[in-house]
């Protein structure tokens, strides 16, 4: 298998484009997991789903954050408008089905994203 | 706030040295992870200890859980420079949530 892929791996934009960033989980993993990484911050969890639908978006940090996951096979965060503060390290993740328990995760290389 | 904690926040040692990390959570676990991140890198999974295990072994990993104290330690041994990277625990019911991580640095 692959592994995770996430593209673009990095993305300079100027503040106020949108942005999109795109993640293949695993095959066979129905639970995927957006991160943001800052120094200032760490490690912080944006989204995650299971079976394609939400489950918890209490990290996303505000309305111009979204994630959609229309199939098992894909997902996209998007930043619209992008501001120079959302200037992080995106991972995605995927892991068997994590409901009443968690799975080991896997993560993707990251998208770094620089917007100026 | 952050489910697990990891402690110190760095370490440096020589090659060939010991090099432990521990970790500190607030709440019930059904288990608990640790990873690995090399700079400019995705995390990798490294172990996975249940909350029903005590100490659990992975080649030159040691993972050791005590539930009573919510704490759980890393233990490399005879480190590698290869071994530099930063070092998260967590945990979690569905989602995980992770520390601040420990950076290790290992010194040829």
């Known amino acids: 298998d692959a592994g995770v892929i996430q593209s673009p791996r990095h993305e300079v934009t100027e503040m106020g484009q949108e942005v999109t960033l795109r993640c293949k989980p695993i095959?066979?993993?129905?639970?995927l997991f957006w991160y943001r990484q800052t120094m200032m911050r760490g490690l912080e969890l944006l989204i995650y789903f299971n079976n394609n639908v939400p489950i918890d978006d209490s990290g996303m940090p505000e309305d111009r954050f979204s994630a959609k996951m229309p199939n098992a096979s894909f997902s996209t965060l998007k930043i619209q408008p992008s501001e120079p503060r959302d200037s992080a390290v995106y991972f995605c993740?995927?892991?068997?089905?994590?409901?009443?328990?968690?799975?080991?995760?896997?993560f993707g290389p990251g998208t770094r994203l620089t917007v100026t | 706030s952050q489910q697990g904690e990891e402690d110190p926040q760095a370490l440096s040692i020589q090659e060939g040295e010991n090099a432990t990390m521990n970790c500190s959570y607030k709440?019930?676990?059904?288990?608990l992870q640790w990873y690995r991140q090399n700079s400019g890198r995705g995390l990798v999974h490294l172990i996975l200890?249940?909350?029903?295990?005590r100490e659990k072994h992975s080649g030159r990993l040691r993972v050791t859980l005590d539930t009573s104290k919510k704490s759980s330690s890393l233990l490399i041994t005879a480190s590698r420079a290869a071994d530099t990277a930063s070092y998260f625990c967590a945990t979690g019911v569905g989602k995980l949530i992770f520390g601040q991580g420990t950076e290790l640095s290992v010194k040829p």
């Open positions: 993740a995927s892991s068997l089905l994590a409901d009443t328990i968690s799975y080991e995760q896997y």
């Open positions: 709440t019930s676990i059904n288990n």
């Open positions: 200890i249940r909350s029903n295990e």
């Open positions: 095959s066979g993993h129905n639970s």
